[in-house]
């Protein structure tokens, strides 16, 4: 950018001083009503249609993130109760699901879109409450999308075969389901819809510090009158998952989470003929190019990375800025985050809530302190948080180099990393120097240059000139490190299916 | 078979130990056959033959191993005096092609599918053009005249079906997504990039064709370890690769023990997949186990594939889509 329009820019910037936020404007409460439902004080297993003791005999507490409350307590399954589940789905699988014509599986998964519609509430607050995410994002994205998806899925279970263009298609057997906790009912309607559209049965294990909406999701299966083991619902931590993983009866696994267990998923069932799909983590570049929309594009930064605090797979986690707007875009940029308002997950106007756990707050913590370690500029957001729970403000780093470990690991919190680039080639070879390639977002006038960088990105979902876009029909999975197999879409059913 | 009978006969006549023998009718044997070989009954005008080297072929070059290293490869049948020496690719010959196979990919996949295809289809001409010669190496490998023409014709016509897909993969793969909501999405079949590829043991070439061709019109490279026994049919199919325009390092094959190059390949990071034929035992679990290093795609083929039906092969997606990625990409519509 040349003297002149440089100073031009300085002089524009002086003219438009920045609003103070922050702590300035009080907003009056508007908490969502939690007084219409009640929750169990104790959750067993949901296994072959009943609600089963665990034969471990163990149970743990699941809390809400937001006040470190205790919620309910959650059954602990072990390798005996994981057991009994797979033999359930087996047995539903032989005897009831592989025998019902494909216009009737249709019709128990379009009974589940609409029970859910009917019960959103229900299951956005609880969602809210356990994970600690925005009540307005539970209510407006997480439970509208995971009702998309039993209603998208469910018209394909008697059009599979259009689908494969006049291959015959059969269905794989017991599907073992492990989902995270950043979208807990989302992953499961990813992970359940299409697996019993495509005739499977499940067996799905919740995450540990969210189990409560899938539980919930139990009891409106059985609501449903699904016959009894086609969806069983076995919660615990990582050894109730190795258990499940490891089962020889299993036919196929789908796991969303972390790279690192993702791995250790593929080395255990390699070579026991068992299907795998994998949905890990991610390190998305967020590119945004001199004549791109700017206003929209810092919607576009925000709702990135800060959108369910960044606890994101695909989240614009790496910004990648062209050099010459660098500074007026960061300075939008650190105006809108001093509007977001960090707080009460329960609250319709809070934009950022609480850290889905102790140990996620601690991760995050760590490598921030890594990222000010490596020389890397922080500015966090100055808000008060609240006492209790788990909090970390919206922060975003500049300066920043391509090796620190803040642009290289996944934070998987409301942490942004920004870089910059003079070309695009260099902007291509930055987003593309990562083990991941789960994600990525562009940020242009030019229609030429999205077709162009679509294509060069090494990433499996492209957003341009917007991000966090998530459909049925949308297939949506990784590149290289960021897993295989696609979820939503035609190809999404393959993942469940043997293509003959 | 009939020297041994020759052996115990004598042996028997003899009445000594017959190891000793076997030497002693060994050595009677070679006289007659270099007699043979060097004329004593041809014609002064018969001439010498110029035996071929058989290489590797890497980066569009027919090369040695690095290590230096070869083994020796015979016809099955006893009329069949060629004994060659082929080399033994290392470890390190490997990773080399990997680099050069990660480097041809880039351009290879920047192609439009329209030049993709008529590369494949060229190779379908350029095997025409060599169908006696593959055929005659298939023979020298023990299948009769016919089985051996058979497969080769079978082959050729694998290549020209993989040469037409190349343009119908978007066709048939890729969609338009209805999103709720004011977004176009699409979603696009790409290349994944190197695959490593452990070709079966037979049929020697349509098992070659059908684990690499597929492949390659997905606009992938390969690096293959040739399995067969007698890798010379397989050889003469690389110098039909590289006659056929298809840019060096696109295919890359190796010769040697899987066992050395399995490991490295299914350990490399810029290995995307591997694709396995056959039943590999614990050697096929441990490749599994090492591609999670980075994740790569795995797809296993049995022997029992329809692929390596000598009489018809198999065509389809399924050998081509497990080597893709699906893009999916997003724009907001609106004025």
Redesign the interface.
Known sequence: MGKLSSKIEKKRDREKPAIVFGNQWDYAPAPEATDFFKLNKRYDLFIGGRWQKPRSKSYFTTISPSTEAVLAEVAEADDNDVDAAVLAARHAYNRYWSRLTPSDRSKYLFRIARALQEKARLFAVVESLDGGKPIKEARDVDIPLAI?HFFYHAGWADKLELAF?G?SVRPLGVAAQIIPWNFPLLMAAWKIAPALACGNTVVLKPAETTPLTALLLAELIEECDLPPGVVNIVTGAGKTGEALVNHPDVNKVAFTGS?GI???I??AI??T?KRLT?E?GGKAANIVFADAPLDQAVEGIIGGIFFNQGHVCCAGSRLLVEESIAPVLMRKLRDRMATLRVGDPLDKNTDVGAINSQMQLDKIRELVAAGEKEGAERFSVSCTLPKKGFWFPPTVFTNVSLSSRIAREEIFGPVLSTLTFRTPDEAIEKANNT?YGLSAGVWTDKGSK?FHM?SKLK????????YN?F?P?????G??????G?EG???GL?AYLE?? | MARSKVVKKVAKIANVEPMLVRVKVAAEVDRTSDEVRHGANKSPHERVTVNKAYKMYVGGAFIRSESGRSFRVKGVKSTDPEVVNIPRGSRKDVRDAVLVAKNAQVSWSSRTPYNRGQILYRLAEMMESRRTELAMSLVREGQSQADASREVQVAIDICVYYAGICDKLSA??A?H?????P?F?F?LPESLGVVGVVAPRTPSLLGLVSSVVPVVSGGNSVVVVVTSVDPRTASIWTECLATSDLPGGVVNALYGQLTELLPTMAKHREV?GLSLWGDLGDL???A??D?????K?VR?YAESDRALDRADGAR???YV?PFL????????MGM
């Open positions: 998309a263009h291959r790279t993702g791995k250790r593929q080395r390699a070579g003929g994998l890990l083990a999205i679509a990433a499996g979902v492209v957003w341009a000139n917007t876009k459909d029909t949308s297939p949506f999975g590149y290289k490190e960021s897993g295989f696609r879409g035609r190809q393959s293509v003959v | 048939l793969l969609s997504n209805p999103v709720a909501g977004h999405g979603t995307s096929g679990i441990a599994e186990a591609a999670t290093e980075s994740v795609r296993r389809g997606l399924g889509e990625e699906y893009k999916t990409v997003w724009h907001p």
